[in-house]
């Protein structure tokens, strides 16, 4: 069964920092670009990364402002995104999604969510004093 399991949320301070991971099974994860999602509450999902099969491009939404990284370890099955400078306003469930062409690369533009596939339960992260 192809899957991802997504770990690492929890309640963080403003300013402070969250790793989370991003876990495949049941498919061929080297060959996958690799997208990372959020959804607040009362919002859309949103895209907010996606990094290339052998994590050599990574894309990020603007908003991010930098503060996020993203990355990939094909040995582990396994990516990540690190999150520093959080704010209240990242606040959201996080989901991790392989991108469906399974080309590897990730798509010029924006990081739409119907162009992933295999999405996890999601993981969530609570910023808040």
């Known amino acids: 069964q192809r899957q991802l399991v997504e770990s690492g949320g929890g309640l963080v301070q403003p300013g402070g920092s969250l790793t989370l991971s991003c876990k495949a099974s049941?498919?061929?994860?080297?060959?996958?670009?690799i997208g990372w999602f959020r959804q607040a509450p009362g919002k859309g999902r949103e895209g907010i990364s996606c990094?290339?099969?052998?994590?050599?491009?990574?894309r990020y939404a603007d908003s991010l402002e930098g503060r996020f990284t993203v990355s990939k370890d094909n040995d582990k099955k396994t990516a990540f995104l690190q999150m520093k400078r959080l704010e209240p306003d990242d606040t959201a469930v996080y989901y991790c999604?392989?991108?469906?062409?399974?080309?590897?690369?990730?798509?010029?533009?924006?990081?739409?969510?119907?162009?992933?596939?295999?999405w996890g339960q999601g993981t969530q992260v609570t910023v808040s004093s």
């Open positions: 990094i290339q099969s052998d994590g050599g491009e990574k």
């Open positions: 049941g498919f061929p994860f080297r060959d996958y670009a």
């Open positions: 999604a392989a991108h469906r062409e399974g080309n590897g690369f990730c798509p010029v533009g924006k990081i739409w969510p119907d162009e992933y596939i295999n």
